[in-house]
């Protein structure tokens, strides 16, 4: 679990031994060293909130992640990238800290936490590896959190604790070669044969984890929608299957290769040829899909967000640096407007994205749906704010921007993706302008 991680990793005893206490739990210890510290200060309780750090909790857990970063992440990312390869065996090491299951209740081996957390991790991660990070996302929040709120019990009590631990890896499929957006426009189909099992033919495509290794070996659990019918107005019924690695049909088709960006997460086209999945695998009932795939979707684009938060503050952090390190013409270069500007809209749009993306997964209960129109927002807002402040900081650093050794280049190259996945920008533009159609009223809240 993430609480028995996150003490183990401070020294101070107190807030450990308070902590583990059950007459004293996580609750008490926030409240209780909270409230001493707002007396002291002598200020109200909402001029010191962080939306970014709520509890004493998100921030132990920021701290932790920041640490694993630094000391795992950050010394394999650029290798990783350079030569297309998913570090497996780091990948792993996120559940002994108990972040593969961060949403996840405690009974079925996860750590129990919100949106919130989601977003804190994945700010974390993609400060220095966002394709380690997509990994990350498609297991956790695409895979892993949709069982949780979703499955049966002999599902989750069989499943969760093998993907929280790590034990297995997890996908979750929907595109294909010829569909994305548009979902219900999907050809894989699933059938019932005279045993109740179901089988599924189909491809799906650019499935992050589909493939964990180079060897063709697929994601030991897959999170799949296809079509098993058509309703009464004639569109698509889609029906959520767990496809498990062995199932006679399943196979990896092909791992996609010299993508621009998100190099370190592995890419793959899935191939379902007569897969026999048997009826006790389906999520839900047939044709529910729509339901729990939008709930879903909502933590995946804060998750995606975030990880635009955490390209936005590195490249920040890496042109400011430079422009103090760089003179030219007998000054630092930051004494120059066009680096100005270059440096001060950078910084004004990550402190919008900071606050957008934490009030936003506050505001997201993880339970159910309905608060679309500003996941979409964040997502639609923070990727390409990200991807442009990418873009500045190699402008700022000039050659040196431009090599993988600075690391802003591979940023760069990975912020692209996010205003692809998980929903296009042109998604977002049109979800946003229809739910402010329906819902006026927000502007004026």
């Not at 297995?168 to 109740?196: F, H, K, R």
């Not at 290769?257 to 897969?275: I, P, Q, W």
Request: glycine share 10%; with cysteine.
């Amino acid at each position: 679990m993430l609480i028995t991680s996150v003490k183990s990793y401070h020294s101070h005893v107190i807030a450990a031994e308070s902590l583990h206490n059950d007459t004293y739990g996580v609750a008490s210890y926030i409240a209780n060293t909270h409230t001493t510290g707002l007396a002291r200060s002598g200020m109200a309780e909402w001029e010191t909130v962080d939306l970014a750090n709520p509890t004493e909790e998100h921030r132990m857990l920021r701290e932790m992640v920041r640490d694993f970063v630094r000391e795992e992440v950050e010394p394999q990312a650029l290798e990783y990238d350079r030569e297309e390869k998913f570090n497996l065996n780091l990948f792993r090491k996120l559940g002994e800290y108990g972040l593969l299951g961060i949403s996840v209740p405690a009974e079925y081996g996860g750590s129990g936490m919100d949106a919130t957390a989601v977003a804190i991790i994945n700010e974390e991660l993609s400060y220095s590896d966002p394709a380690f990070c997509l990994a990350y996302l498609a297991h956790s929040q695409l895979m892993v959190n949709n069982l949780a709120f979703n499955g049966t019990e002999e599902q989750k009590a069989r499943i969760l604790p093998k993907v929280c631990s790590g034990e297995w890896i997890g996908c979750m499929a929907m595109s294909e070669p010829g569909y994305g957006t548009d979902v219900l426009g999907m050809q894989t189909t699933a059938e019932q044969n005279t045993d109740g099992d179901w089988v599924i033919n189909g491809r799906k495509m650019w499935i992050t984890n589909g493939s964990v290794d180079e060897e063709g070996t697929p994601a030991d659990i897959c999170w799949l929608y296809a079509r098993t019918g058509t309703d009464a107005k004639g569109r698509a019924e889609v029906t959520t299957f767990l496809v498990e690695k062995g199932m006679p049909g399943f196979s990896v088709g092909q791992k996609i290769y010299d993508k621009s960006g998100m190099r370190a997460s592995n890419t793959a086209e899935l191939v379902f040829d007569d897969c026999v999945v048997p009826a006790e695998n389906i999520v839900g009932s047939p044709g529910e899909s729509m339901i729990h795939m939008m709930r879903n979707l909502e933590l995946e684009r804060i998750g995606l967000a975030a990880m635009g938060l955490g390209i936005a503050r590195r490249s920040l952090a890496a042109m400011n640096q430079y422009a103090s390190e760089r003179e030219a013409f007998g000054q630092e270069i930051r004494d120059f407007g066009q680096i100005q500007r270059h440096i001060g809209e950078s910084w004004a749009e990550y402190r919008a994205m900071r606050s957008y993306i934490y009030d936003t997964a506050r505001n997201t209960d993880l339970s159910k749906s309905g608060n679309r129109l500003d996941t979409d927002g964040v997502k639609l807002f923070g990727t390409t704010a990200a991807k442009n402040i990418a873009d500045r900081a190699i402008q700022v650093m000039g050659g040196y921007g431009y090599v993988g050794e600075y690391t802003v280049e591979r940023l760069w190259r990975d912020a692209k993706l996010l205003e692809i996945g998980g929903g296009t920008l042109e998604s977002h533009q049109k979800n946003i302008t229809r739910d402010l159609a329906r819902m006026p009223e927000k502007i004026e809240e």
